[in-house]
């Protein structure tokens, strides 16, 4: 549709009485920013409707290049605000300056309000899709550090490799806790607890916003995917979750309160639905919970074609114009369309038929300009030369490397045949010995991560880091770098090759894969692999594993049978050196479980159980505590060291009202290596009014200590620490009896109101 100029003059008029008295609460007219709404006040319809509109690059590009005359379509014809992803490969620093270049040069130069293009990214473990940039461990092995230092500086270093590669705007922390594990969007979690998950990604977004937005070292972070995606039912990914409120308030909604405390400053909504409404059509989570429990004053932008997807999937929509309806009347601010206009068209239709008010488009368009304006962009729309400097400095790779280093779990040690002597001969085999993506899994350098060829030159497979730890001579292999050939499974190979060896060293898990092409039906290890194990176990030979993979995949048939074990998780672009150091002693192992690694696939049991969860009636009227019987816990992990623990303090017996409990503890190293533990403060309230947890981690502190030296670690617990969810919805903490643990010291107190 277009306007005459006297309909211009008449509408902007409208739309300026209309910014002054219908913004939300949390833009009163003291708070606006008066630069918005001035622009705002200029702007058509069409315009609006097109800042909420946001394309993938490959809607305008093509074979290595924009096509400009779609690019001037979007821009000129749609209006649209906003471009994301990248078209297949990873491009240089130089070719993503060229790249954005043109693209606002079209914004700026041929629009009548040259209002700058917003492009987001999925920098998910450093960036992502930028050649020659750093990778860190992926956040389930970020958590296995507990270390939340190590994230605040690998998002700080991702946000300068980001802004360096010219985007402000990155589509990451993922704060859903992962407490299903066949979700195949695992990896991307901090594992299954609360407080871990609330306190590393709290960390993440300071560390990608505190600099301040225009800062060449900071980027628009977004708190994703909210509300109870990470715990779909069947496991699959985008299917539905149920989750009463209770539970959603106690466990899935903490990290993204503490996130918008943080000031985070957009959100990315669930793309599945809970207790039969999808989130992008949930005006309860989308305006009750979000903007007002929480307070979040942000964009909230959809995921991939999650709006069109009410009418297509979720059938809550009978057409496509209604799903928009839908979407943006519950609260979506920005929809990721992306691949056409659907949604632009079907908007502007709805306002002017009055079935979507000016209200709401101008609500949502207040929150885009304003992190535009806040971005910098306005100022200058273009790549900063100056942030090129901060771009592949040396010292990322050895950040990324302590990352790795960690975050590897030492699982099984038994009869200490690690660490592994340097002269012993080698035999690797297992389809992650020669493969890349294996190591990294998602969002590395392409979306599924399993384009070998994208990665840098110099990255390393375990295969390329072993004969470079020992010497190519020590190694006695036939691996190959596709995941899955047969020859890298091949039975007779390790038979006939096990007399020459004095290690079997296999290297299994999984492939990379990201969101939906990694769905799985069962945890249980692939067939393959566990046969591959079987026969190595049969020839004699000492048996270690290297655990490359995403999700605890169930490894129980073969756990007995082998000597050693590491959980590299994802370990990305130093994983394979990181791997090595440990597994001959450079480096002393300190990773910890962030998930409870299941014993069976149908017995998924979490370590904040109910008390109920860990009885078992194996016969009629017989009751044991065989119903939590995990291959590890939650907070397992081994060092090449001992750790002792004595002399729990607390400072009072009786907590009262708001008062804070000073707890410390002595902590040893009673080996005969320096080492790195973590210092872990469980709490267990008795008896509550809501069933109480097994246990709840409440604290933690990973500390480095010398062979045969001790530190004290304190703590501080207060009230908030002891509260839970009430069956009235709210957050409460109950009069009662508390039991406190560190390793294996007790306390118990009381706490009165």
């Known amino acids: 549709m277009k306007f005459s100029s006297l309909q211009k003059y008449i509408f902007s008029t409208l739309c300026l009485c209309t910014l002054y008295s219908c913004m939300p609460p949390e833009t009163s007219k003291a708070d606006r920013d008066q630069q918005v709404v001035d622009l705002m006040s200029q702007m058509t319809v069409e315009q609006k409707v097109g800042q909420m509109t946001q394309i993938t690059l490959g809607k305008i590009h093509n074979e290595?290049?924009?096509n400009l005359e779609e690019l001037r379509f979007a821009i000129i014809e749609k209006n649209i605000g906003s471009i994301i992803n990248v078209n297949g490969s990873p491009l240089s620093v130089d070719e993503w300056h060229a790249l954005l270049t043109q693209i606002q040069d079209v914004a700026l130069n041929e629009t009548e309000l040259k209002i700058p293009i917003l492009y987001g990214i999925?920098?998910?473990?450093?960036?992502?899709?930028?050649?020659?940039?750093?990778?860190?461990?992926?956040?389930?092995?970020?958590?296995?550090?507990?270390?939340?230092?190590l994230v605040a500086q690998g998002a700080k270093t991702t946000a300068m490799e980001v802004r360096a590669s010219g985007i402000r705007w990155n589509f990451d922390p993922t704060l859903g806790i992962g407490r299903q594990p066949l979700w195949s969007r695992f990896e991307e979690t901090y594992g299954e607890d609360v407080y871990l998950?609330?306190?590393?990604?709290?960390?993440?977004?300071?560390?990608?916003?505190e600099d301040g937005l225009k800062n060449i070292t900071a980027v628009a972070s977004c708190m994703k995917h909210y509300l109870g995606y990470s715990t779909p039912l069947s496991g699959k990914d985008r299917t539905p979750a149920y989750i009463p409120d209770v539970q959603m308030r106690e466990y899935y909604l903490p990290p993204f309160e503490a996130a918008v405390a943080e000031g985070t400053s957009t959100v990315m909504i669930n793309s599945g639905e809970v207790n039969g409404v999808p989130v992008h059509a949930s005006s309860y989570y989308l305006q009750d919970i979000l903007r007002g429990e929480l307070g979040f004053k942000g964009l909230a932008v959809s995921d991939w074609e999650d709006i069109i997807r009410l009418h297509i999937r979720h059938k809550v929509a009978a057409t496509?114009?209604?799903?928009?309806?839908?979407?943006?009347?519950?609260?979506?601010?920005m929809s990721m369309v992306p691949l056409d206009y659907s949604f632009y068209d079907y908007l502007v239709e709805l306002v002017n038929e009055g079935q979507v008010s000016m209200e709401r488009i101008d609500e949502a368009v207040y929150r885009i300009l304003k992190l535009k304006f806040d971005l910098g962009l306005f100022d200058n729309a273009y790549p900063e030369k100056e942030a090129v400097a901060n771009f592949g400095k040396p010292e990322y790779a050895d950040l990324a490397l302590q990352a790795a280093l960690e975050s590897i779990t030492l699982l099984k040690n038994e009869d200490a045949i690690l660490p592994l002597s340097k002269s012993y001969k080698i035999l690797l085999a297992g389809p992650g010995a020669n493969n890349i993506g294996a190591l990294h899994g998602s969002w590395s350098y392409t979306w599924q991560g399993d384009n070998e060829s994208a990665y840098n030159a110099n990255t390393l497979t375990l295969k390329g880091a072993l004969e470079a730890k020992i010497g190519a001579g020590q190694v006695i292999t036939n691996v190959v770098a596709d995941y899955n050939n047969a020859a890298n499974t091949d039975v007779s190979f390790v038979k006939k090759n096990a007399a020459k060896a004095d290690v079997i060293l296999l290297a299994i898990g999984e492939k990379s894969y990201a969101e939906s092409p990694g769905g799985i039906d069962d945890l249980t290890l692939d067939a393959n692999q566990l046969a591959l194990a079987e026969a190595a176990i049969g020839t004699g030979k000492p048996v270690v594993l290297l655990l490359a993979q995403g999700r605890p995949r169930v490894i129980s048939s073969i756990e007995p049978g082998v000597k050693g074990i590491l959980n590299l998780y994802r370990p990305a672009s130093q994983g394979a050196k990181a791997a090595m150091e440990i597994l001959f002693g450079d480096h002393n192992p300190s990773g910890v479980l962030p998930f409870t690694y299941p014993k069976n696939s149908g017995d998924v049991v979490l370590y904040d159980r109910k008390n109920s969860e860990n009885f078992k009636e194996s016969e009629p009227d017989t009751y044991g505590l065989g119903g939590f019987s995990p291959q590890w816990p939650f907070g397992y992990g081994m060092s090449y060291t001992t750790f002792g623990y004595s002399d729990l303090s607390l400072d009072k017996e009786n907590l009262l009202g708001e008062e804070v409990l000073n707890v410390s503890i002595i902590v040893s190293n009673t080996g005969d290596q320096d080492g790195q533990v973590a210092v872990e403060l469980y709490v267990s309230d008795l008896f509550a009014s809501i069933t109480p947890s097994e246990k709840r981690l409440k604290k933690y502190k990973k500390i480095t200590i010398e062979k045969s030296n001790s530190a004290k670690v304190d703590f501080q617990l207060t009230k908030n620490?002891?509260?839970?969810?009430?069956?009235?919805?709210?957050?409460?903490?109950?009069?009662?009896?508390?039991?406190?643990?560190?390793g294996d010291q007790e306390a118990t107190f009381v706490y009165k109101n």
């Open 64 to 66: 290595g290049q924009l």
């Open 122 to 149: 999925d920098a998910i473990h450093g960036t992502s899709y930028t050649k020659g940039s750093t990778l860190f461990p992926h956040n389930i092995g970020m958590a296995a550090t507990r270390n939340t230092d």
């Open 197 to 209: 998950t609330s306190s590393m990604g709290a960390a993440a977004i300071r560390s990608y916003e």
């Open 320 to 333: 496509p114009k209604e799903a928009v309806k839908i979407a943006v009347n519950a609260g979506i601010d």
């Open 721 to 742: 620490d002891l509260s839970f969810i009430g069956q009235d919805g709210k957050r409460v903490t109950e009069d009662g009896e508390f039991n406190l643990r560190i």
